[in-house]
């Protein structure tokens, strides 16, 4: 639709050539810059996807873990989840995930007892169907700074998965 009002406009011929080399120049960065923003849009979307693919399919195996090797037999054991997904060796994402937008790399950047907990907890609640008791932010830091986590193996290790001071601790990385 630009174009073709540029076209019109431009047929004026008591228009100056300059004036029709900058509407004809606008137009053109106008198009460059919406065909950058829709790609750059798209790449995002993509890493989005991308990154929940690999983060559920690491949070359903934790789950299933934790449900098959009888870890959650009573019902009310805390859980503590620890590190992000990201720094496992079975995240796997293309190209187009680490070229993408900060904001839109899914399962990064998930510092600190409150943001890891709940991210967590939206996994397993929301895509895996689970409703698990989660340990309080004191908990997951008295956890993190005890001698038994330091010397834990994480993810995908089947000893990512211990029991430390009561609570059942998954260790998805080292950070």
């Known amino acids: 639709m630009l174009i073709i009002y ?17 509407r004809y120049l606008m137009v053109c960065l106008g198009s460059a810059w919406t065909w950058a923003s829709g790609y750059t849009v798209f790449g995002d979307q993509m ?15 934790i789950t299933s873990r934790l449900l098959d090797n009888g870890w959650l037999d009573s019902g009310d054991e805390k859980v503590v989840f620890t590190g992000e997904p990201v720094n496992t060796p079975y995240f796997k994402v293309s190209p187009v995930y680490e070229n993408a937008n900060t904001y839109a790399r899914f399962g990064t950047d998930w510092g600190g007892a ?3 907990t709940d991210s967590w907890k939206g ?34 290790s089947k000893k990512c998965i211990q ?3 009561g609570i059942v601790v998954v260790k998805i990385s080292e950070q």
């Open 6 to 22: 540029s076209v019109a406009v431009s047929e004026n011929t008591h228009e100056k050539w300059y004036y029709k080399t900058i």
């Open 47 to 61: 890493a989005m996807q991308e990154g929940r693919t690999a983060v559920l399919r690491i949070a359903d195996d």
């Open 123 to 156: 996994m397993t609640e929301v895509y895996c169907g689970i409703n698990l008791n989660y340990g309080s932010s004191e908990e997951f830091d008295n956890v993190i700074n005890s001698k038994e986590y330091s010397e834990m193996p994480s993810y995908p």
């Open 163 to 165: 029991k430390i001071d």
């Open 114 to 116: 409150s943001n890891v």
